[in-house]
């Protein structure tokens, strides 16, 4: 039980960085799951999250079937919505979106999914979720009608996070939305990561090796890269295992 959860808490005890590649259903179609797969298994990918902002009912279901015919990492959801719960996964982050003030996706969302949720056997993990202005208006803005926190306001951001922790989320997610300009700050992933004991997550615009190297430098205990792997997927031949 809990073993997805158990292993990035044990991973972020030892210091083993983990990266996880988002797949998002409205961009990647059934037939070029097999090639994407192959070059992902080869990589030092650890986690799958599949998940968007936007996408139609049953779409991620029938994705994820597909992923998982052709590999062993542990897929989980971030899903932007319920529709994309699904029992083929095999966890889900269970989102709030405690950087903003919508209460849509602070609680009303997580109501709705109850009766999904309950007829899966999706390992469901707490996570607080907080948009960071990363230079760009990105979907989550957009679809979750919330305004992102400013990179300068660092103190106001290891409270958002810390506060999260409080409430009992077993992650952290600081989030600068997919295909950001900027990536979350190094100086703030690394007072957030100071103040927290549960383990941090990073994504949002990450594009390059160095990149992701500086942010697990800064204490990103799991970095997401979706729009880099999207756009070219000879990225995953920089990070062969
Ligand atoms: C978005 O953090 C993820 O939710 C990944 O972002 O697509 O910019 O890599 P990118």
Request: aromatic share 6%; charged share 25%; no cysteine.
């Amino acid at each position: 039980m809990n073993t997805i959860y158990k292993n990035i808490q044990a991973a972020a005890l030892n210091g083993n960085k983990l990266l996880a590649v988002l797949i998002d259903p409205d961009k990647m179609e059934v037939p070029q799951v097999a090639s994407f797969m192959l070059k992902l298994n080869a990589s030092i990918a650890t986690h799958i999250f599949v998940g968007g902002s936007v996408v139609h009912e049953n779409v991620t279901d029938v994705l994820v079937n597909e992923i998982k015919k052709h590999t062993k990492l542990p897929i989980i959801l971030f899903p932007g919505d319920t529709n994309q719960i699904t029992n083929k996964a095999d966890g889900i982050l269970f989102l709030s979106l405690i950087s903003g003030r919508n209460p849509e996706y602070l609680i009303s969302k997580h109501v709705r999914a109850v009766s999904k949720l309950k007829k899966t056997n999706l390992e469901v993990i707490p996570t607080g979720y907080l948009l960071i202005n990363g230079g760009n208006k990105t979907a989550v803005e957009r679809v979750t009608e919330t305004k992102p926190l400013d990179q300068n306001n660092v103190q106001y951001i290891i409270d958002t996070a810390k506060a999260g922790e409080l409430l009992g989320k077993q992650l952290i997610y600081l989030e600068a939305g997919s295909g950001a300009k900027k990536h979350v700050d190094l100086k703030v992933i690394n007072k957030v990561k100071k103040e927290l004991k549960v383990p941090l997550i990073v994504g949002g615009g990450i594009k390059t090796k160095l990149q992701l190297e500086n942010v697990f430098e800064s204490g990103a205990d799991l970095v997401v890269i979706g729009t880099a792997f999207e756009k070219d997927a000879s990225f995953f031949d920089d990070l062969r295992k």
